[in-house]
Each structure stands twice: as C-alpha cells, then as structure tokens.
C-alpha cells in the first residue's frame, strides 16, 4: 500500500487535546515564575500538542541542524513564549466537537497515552536504552494514528469501530489502505521522533511483526514498547492490583528479560501514581476500575457556577454572557440579566472564570472594575491573554466604568475591548441596545461556524473518495490482490527495510501454465474463474511477513520478508502441489490448471530490488521452458531446476 503522508498535514491542523491541559498551560503562561520543567510537564500530557511542538522544533524555520526527541529541548529550542502561543492556539480548545468522532473514546485515549508514556519512561530509567524523556515522548505519541482517523474521518471511523472487527488493523487497512500503526510512524517520524524510536513503537501492538532480529536494539526497543502498552491497558481495564498481581505469568516480561517482575512492577506503581496525579490535575475522567481499591475516586472541586449549564432550547436564540466582579451576584447587571434573554455566569475569581470560558466559549465577557487601582492591571492582562488567542478574538469584550475612569477607557481599548459601559447608564434598556451588537455578531459566527463545517465534510468527502480512487489504482478488480504497482512499492519499501532484519527478503514468480487455452477453449469468463479461484489457492500460503501480487495476465508474485530459503522452497512445492489438485468447476466442466515457479533471494549481487525481480522472472520462463509445473531457483548467478517429488534429477 502507499504511503499515509498525505494526511500528515491534515491531521496535525486537526487534531484535538483536552481542556484541562489548555486550560493549565493558560493559568502557566500567565505566570511570569513558570519554569521550563513546569510546562514541560504539561506538554507532555498532550500527545497532539506534544507531536505538533516536536515537529515546530525539528522543522527548517528554527535554523538548526540538530534533531531534538524530548519536550524540555523542544521548549528550550522553541521558547516558552512560543510554547505558550501554540499550546492556546492549536491545542486548547477544539472549535469544531460537534464533528468529532462519536464513537471514538477520546477520555481513554488521552488517559493511555499518558499512562503509557510514564510507564516506559519508567521502565528506560532502569534499562538505558534510549534517554527516559525521548522514550516518553514517543510513547506518548505512539498511537497518534488512531487520533488522526477519528480527526479526519470522523464518520467513517465511528462505523469501523461500531462494527467492532476482530481485527482493528486490518479492517483499517481494508477501508483506508492502511491502519493506525502505519499512520503513526509516519506522524511520529514528521514531528521529528528519531527513527529508531519511531520504527520500534510502530510494532508496539505485535512485536513479533517487526522481523527485528531477536537481542538487537531494535528488538528490545519494540519489547519495552510494548509492554508499556499491554501494562497500560490492563490497568484501564482491571486496575493496578490485578495487573500487579498478572506480572509473573506475563510472557511480555520474561520476552522483554532487562528486568525482573519485582522491578516492573515498582516501575509501574510509581508510573501510576504520577499518573493519577496528572490525571486529577488535568481534570480527565477516571475510567471504572484504574484506582486501587484502597483509594476511592474523589470528585473534583468544581466551582457552583461550572456544574450551570446552559438550556440546549435556548441556545441559538439566547446569549451567554460571563461577567466577572468583585460584587460577585449581587452586582446590579446580574438582576438585568433575568429581564433579558441572557443566559449568565457570574463571577469574583478570575481563574475560574477561564476555566468556565475555556470550556464554552461565551458570546461576551463583561469585566467590572477595570479601572480599580488594586484590579486595572489584572483585568487588563486578562484582556490581552484571551485576545492572544484564536478563539479569543470572536468574543465580544465589554468593560465596565465609573463616571470618574476617562483616562483608563482610551488603554482599555488598546488592550482588546469591544464596547466601555458606564455604571450610570446601567439599565435593561441600555444593556439591551448594546447587546444588539453582540448578537449579530453572535449570528454571524453561527453561521460562519455552520459554513466551516459543511466545507469540513465536503473535504473529508473528497479525501475519501480520493483515498479510495488509490485504493483501486492498487488492486487488481478482478482477484483483490494487491496489483503490479502496488508490489513494486512493497518491494521497494521492503529493500529498504531490510537492513532491520535478519533474513534477507525474496521473491517467488508463479505463472499458470498454458492459461491461453483455457481462455481459448472454456472462453474469457472460464479463465476469469480459474484467476480468482487460483488467488485465493495463493492467500492460504501467506505468513505475517509475506504478501501475493497479481503482476498481469496470469503472472504473480510472492513476496517474503523473513522466509530462509529452505522454507521458501516448501513454500513453493506446496503451492504447486495445491494449486494441481485443484477443480475449478465451470458451466459443469472441471478445469485444472498446473504452475511454473521462480525463485529469487537477496544477495550481494543484487544492488537493486528490480535486479531481484528479473532473477525470479529469469528462474520462472526457464522452468516454463523446462517443461512447466516445476520450480526454478535463482541462486549464485545460475538458475537451478528443483526436481519435483519422485522425479529422478
């Protein structure tokens, strides 16, 4: 299949991140104390964030030479400021739920990535086999293409997952070309990820895929990988004491072997407990079971005002209206606001108005006492910080004066104010002939944000339909196989792989003998038959490592990445064998059909894949020319006849 990485800009402008991190990155950024550690933290906790920083700091506009894998060099390369400006822009609130995934579970997502990322952090402090902050950034991002799927193909995917295949990965390869692993790699090694990191997370899943050779780097990069996976999603689904309890029958420790049971296991309880820490911090959901039974969950304190929603009838036709005081609800407007069909939050503390903002976007933001001594600078960087945002700059922004506060209504406005109110004018009347223009400007953003999601959906459509025209570009319509171009990719991406394994790829050409009298004699829809039947007889030969082609006409080709040649040859001899046997039935006549085979492995003669592939093609027109229904080998520059069982050589 080709390549995914025409999402990859895609889905970095779409992916989503959670609140709670955008909305502490916020409350940091405004504080002139915080230290790299500090956001780094929180970065970290963000996948999308994360994956869109490392790409920012390895990308050609920051002028350096020298790739960084972990979020404190990222931040240090980028700057805070930076740092601060793309977590408010990008990451802290997504515009755009309404088009989400619905049946993508985006609370677990963020809870896994996270714990998983703590977990192999953990496990690299005791292992050394890459730096402890460069295996939790990968990690933390390793999963990233299931993100992108629901991102970007939001419907499609809630269908996928709805129709719960037994295997995920290969009803993703079915629907988009390829699945979330593949996707992965290629968003991870665009942020900047090192490629041995990213290469080794890709097989997270299922490392015995990976073809690494076992004790090698790259081996037990995948291993640790992957048992931080499988630790995580044991404790999300049974909980820290089972799993803990699990640890000495895992065979996913003894396959890792660079610790011991007792070792993991101190890994993972303090893996969790930094966990549950984050998790509180950011306000993420705790999912049934992931505490330890000794320590019951405990809501949240969450101001009153948060736990108001507001009424969903009222929603296209009502305002929401936050007003921040130090008179609290007993300021004057808070009665204005029952005359008027407003719905209104009201509040004295500044952080939990943001909290309260960050979560539903109100169409205005009142501010009282702007002109306070103890209070102007406050509310006036207040302004400035939501102003600094893209979702910032939609919203109305009234302040509120006395009679005596001239001076300060000319730096209000510098600062990002829509509309000064004096307290004298305060009336319903007043208010309401001012919220006028509020309320067109709330209409047209409805209407704006209607508009961007119909061009969102038409898009995606688009990209579908795209992505579905290259799916048939590369499969052969009339057997399903993969078609010529799409083997002469999977050779290509295979060659160059090759140096990770330790056996070298090969090739087996297989041509049906005589197929032109079957077409000639039985007609074109009997030799379409034998074609199908005969593709399917070559799917039941298949391993992890190994795929079939359809070349043209009656010529295929059988591609192993990990086969010795011993096993390629069995291989072979069983697929002439199978494909003898048999009866393909035909308007109530038996057709059988015989094959000629070639045979190629890679060898130090061979500087090109293509070289590879003329050695088989040579190998298989000399067995057909040998007497067909046979195999031919191509093996130190001669091609060597194998004689078929019982056959004196």
């Known amino acids: 299949m080709s390549s995914p990485r025409t999402l990859l800009d895609n889905a970095a402008q779409k992916l989503p991140s959670p609140n709670g991190v955008a909305l502490a990155i916020m409350e940091l950024w405004e504080d002139e104390q915080t230290s790299v550690e500090q956001l780094s933290q929180l970065v970290k906790s963000d996948p999308a964030l994360a994956g869109r920083l490392l790409r920012l700091a390895n990308s050609a506009a920051m002028g350096t030479f020298t790739k960084v894998s972990s979020i404190s060099e990222a931040i240090v390369k980028v700057g805070m ?11 802290l609130i997504d515009q755009y739920l309404d088009d989400h995934c619905k049946s993508f579970d ?46 970007i193909y939001p419907e499609e995917y809630a269908s996928l997952l709805d129709s719960e295949p037994e295997n995920l990965t290969a009803a993703e390869r079915d629907q988009f070309g390829f699945d979330h692993n593949e996707l992965s790699l290629e968003m991870l090694l665009d942020f900047g990820v090192a490629e041995d990191l990213a290469t080794a997370a890709r097989f997270h899943e299922r490392p015995e895929s990976s ?23 044991s404790v999300l689904k049974a909980g820290v004491e089972i799993t803990l309890k699990r640890l000495t029958t895992w065979p996913q420790v003894r396959r890792f072997g660079l610790m011991t049971a007792a070792q993991i296991a101190e890994a993972l309880e303090e893996s969790v407990s930094e966990w549950e820490d984050w998790s509180n911090m950011l306000r993420l959901p705790a999912p049934e079971g992931r505490l330890r039974p000794s320590q019951p969950s405990e809501a949240g304190e969450t101001p009153e005002s948060l736990l108001l929603q507001p009424d969903p009838s009222a929603a296209d036709s009502a305002l ?55 209070l102007h600078a406050e509310r006036d960087k207040l302004c400035r910080l939501i102003r600094s945002t893209e979702w910032g700059r939609s919203i109305y922004l009234m302040a509120l004066f006395g009679d005596e506060d001239r001076e300060h209504i000319t730096e209000a406005f510098r600062s990002g104010i829509d509309i000064a109110f004096r307290q004298s004018e305060m009336s319903t009347q007043e208010l309401d002939a001012r919220l006028q223009a509020v309320r067109r400007v709330a209409d047209l953003q409805l209407k704006s944000q209607k508009d ?34 799409s083997a002469i990719d999977a050779m290509q991406q295979a060659w160059e792989q090759e140096s990770h394994r330790e056996r070298p790829m090969s090739v087996i050409m297989v041509d049906i003998d005589r197929f032109k009298q079957v077409n000639d ?70 057709l059988r059909v015989t094959i000629s085979l070639g045979i190629a492995q890679r060898s130090e ?20 020319s040998g007497g067909r229904n046979r195999i031919n080998v191509y093996r130190n520059k001669q091609i060597i006849p194998l004689p078929r069982p019982g056959e004196q050589t």
Request: hydrophobic residues 45%.
């Open 452 to 485: 961007r999601v119909e061009m969102r959906r038409i898009a995606n459509q688009l990209a579908l339909s795209q992505r579905r025209a290259e799916l048939l570009s590369l499969t052969d319509q009339l057997t399903g196989l993969p078609n010529r171009r």
């Open 320 to 374: 929401n209206v936050v007003l921040i005081s130090s008179a609290g609800k007993s300021h004057a407007l808070n009665a204005i606001f029952s005359e008027l069909n407003v719905i209104s939050w009201v509040f004295e503390d500044q952080k939990e108005m943001l909290r309260l903002v960050v979560e539903m976007r109100p169409h205005l933001i009142i501010m009282d006492d702007y002109a306070r001594d103890d």
């Open 106 to 151: 985006y609370n677990r997502f963020w809870l896994q990535c996270l714990l998983m990322a703590l977990i192999c952090r953990g496990l690299g402090q005791q292992t050394a086999l890459a730096p402890p902050d460069n295996l939790f950034s990968c990690a933390l991002m390793m999963r990233i293409g299931s993100l992108a799927f629901a991102t």
């Open 81 to 91: 400021k930076t740092v601060g400006q793309l977590a408010v822009a990008f990451s």
């Open 521 to 590: 004699t039985y007609g074109h829809a009997a030799g379409d038959k034998v074609l199908i039947e005969f593709a399917e007889t070559l799917k039941q030969d298949m391993g992890q490592q190994e795929a079939v082609y359809r070349m043209g006409g009656e010529e295929f080709l059988f591609l192993s990445s990990g086969a010795s040649f011993k096993e390629l040859i069995l291989t072979a001899e069983r697929m002439r064998r199978r494909v003898a046997a048999l009866e393909i039935s035909f308007e109530e006549q038996s």
């Open 605 to 624: 003669e061979h500087t090109r894949f293509d070289a590879l592939l003329v050695h088989a093609d040579q190998a298989l027109y000399a067995a057909k």
């Open 211 to 233: 073809g690494f050779a076992e004790k090698s780097p790259e081996y037990k990069l995948t291993q640790l990988f992957h048992l931080g996976y499988r630790l995580s999603d």
